[in-house]
C-alpha cells in the first residue's frame, strides 16, 4: 500500500503522535538503520513494542513523536523506499480510540443459570410480550425504549465535512451516542441510512421509532432535513429533534441572553443580522422570533432575503416573507450596518473590523463558522461587546453538547409526545441562569460544557415547559403538588 494513503485522512495528529507498524527483515535491516531515518526525518522514538518476530523477520510498533504533521509523510515515504522494511499500519491516539468503536452494550443483569435465562428470554418473556400487547404503552416502561435514543444520519451534511456518506459518517454518531451516555445517561444508538431519499428515510425511522423513546436526527443536509423533521414530527408519537438546527439555536440564545443582559438592551429591541440561511439559520431565526426579537434581517450568497424577490428554496422563500420587516436590500455589509446582533453560520473571512464599527453601540458577535469564524475575535476584541464562535481555543464557545443530553433527559423523563418550541426556549433559559449576574462577563456569556448543573437543571426546565404545554404523558414525581 502507497504510504501516502495510509495517512491521507490522518493530517491532523492528536498530541503530534503516531504509532508506525513495521515489518523488516532482521537479517538484511538492522533497526538502528530505521531509527537513524526517522530521526533524521523530524521523527522522536519514544516507545518500542515488539509484536512478534522470528529467526527473520520482525514485526514492531514504534511510538513517535513529531514537531509537525507534515514530518510523518515523510517519515513514512522515506520507509516507503526502504528495501525489506515493511508499513504495516500508521495510527495515532484518535484512531486507536476508535478502534472496534467507542461504545458497546452492556447487559443490566447478568445471566448466571437457566432460572434467569427463562426469565430474560424464553419462556417467562412471553407474559411481557402479551402486556405490551394488551397495552402498548406499557413498552416505555417494559423495554428500552424508556431511555434510547436513535441518532440517526444520512451523512449527507457531516460538520466540516460535506457529504461523505453512511459509513464514514458513523464515527461522528458514535460520539453523539457517548455524549448522551456520559452527560445525561441516556443510551442511543448509530444509524446510518444508506440512502438521501427524503421518503424512505422518513418511513425506514418509522419502521424502526417503536423500539426507540426518542430520535436524534444529525448531519443531514438542507433542505431535505426541514420535511424530514417535519414529517416525522407529524406521523410519530415520540420526540424528534434535528440537533443541527435546533441544539445550535437553543445555546445561541442561552449565549444571547446573557450577552444583551450585559449590555444593557431588550431581546424585542434587538436588530439581529443572520448570515447563512440553512438549517441552522433558519432554526437560529425560529427560536428569536419565538423569544420576540423585534427585527431579524437574513443574508444568504443572493445578498439580503426580502419579500419582494422569489427565491427556488421554499424555506428560504418562508425565511424572506417572515423576516426582514423594512425590506432591506444589498448584501451582508448593508445588513450590519446598525446592527445590535450578527450571527454567523456561514463561511470564514466574511467581515472585516470596518464592518464591526458599522453596527449599534456594544455590538454583539456570533461568529460561529467552523474552523474558520466569519471574523476572528482578535480583530474586534476592542470594538465588540461580547464575541462567541463555534471554536473550543476561544471563549464563549456555542455547544450543541450544552443542549442535546438535558433536552432528551426531559423529554424522555416525562414521556413527551414532542419538543415543542417552549421546550426550547426554556432549556435557553435554563443553560443561560448557569452562570449568575455577579459571574456575568464578556468572556462568560456560556458555561462549560462540563459544568454539571447543566443538565440537571434543563431537564428540569424542559419537564416544567412540556407539562405546561400539554405534550408530557407523564407527570415524574417531582413534579406533582
Known sequence: MNPSTLIQSQNNYSGKSVILRLEFNSESIKFGQVASLISERGGDIVAIDIISGSKTVSVRDL????????????????????????????????????LGGKISIVPKTPIQNRDDLSRVYTPDVARVCLAIKDDPQKSHALTIKRNTVAVISDGSA??????????????????KAMLFKQFADVDSFPICLDTQDTEEIIRTIKHIAPAFGGINLEDISSPRCFEIES????ELDIPVFHDDQHGTAV???????????LVGKQVKDLKVVVCGIGAAGIACSKILMAAGVGKIVGVDIEGILNADEEYANPMKQWYAANTNPDREKGGLRDAVRGADVFIGLSKGGLLKREDILTMAKDPIVFAMANPTPEIEPDLIEDIAAVVATGRSDYPNQINNVLCFPGMFRGALDCR????????????????????????????????????????????????AAAIRTGVARRVPREFKA
Request: zero cysteines; a negative charge; proline letters at 3%.
Open 416 to 463: 413527551a409526545s414532542d419538543i415543542n418550541e417552549e421546550m426550547k426556549l426554556a432549556a435557553a433559559e435554563a443553560i443561560a441562569s448557569i452562570i449568575k449576574d455577579d459571574e456575568l462577563n464578556k468572556h462568560y456569556i456560556i458555561p462549560s460544557v462540563f459544568n454539571q448543573e447543566i443538565v440537571r437543571t434543563v431537564r428540569q426546565e424542559v419537564i
Open 63 to 98: 511510538t513517535v513523536n513529531v514537531s509537525d504533521s507534515s514530518d510523518i509523510s515523510r517519515i513514512t515515504d522515506a520507509i516507503a523506499n526502504m528495501k525489506d522494511v515493511k508499513l504495516v499500519h500508521v495510527s495515532d491516539r484518535t484512531f486507536l480510540l476508535h
Open 251 to 261: 445555546v445561541l440564545y442561552a449565549g444571547l441572553l446573557n450577552a444583551v443582559k
Open 158 to 175: 457531516v460538520l466540516g465535512l460535506g457529504n461523505i456518506g453512511p459509513e464514514p459518517a458513523m464515527p461522528v454518531m458514535e460520539g
Open 231 to 234: 414529517r416525522l414530527r407529524q
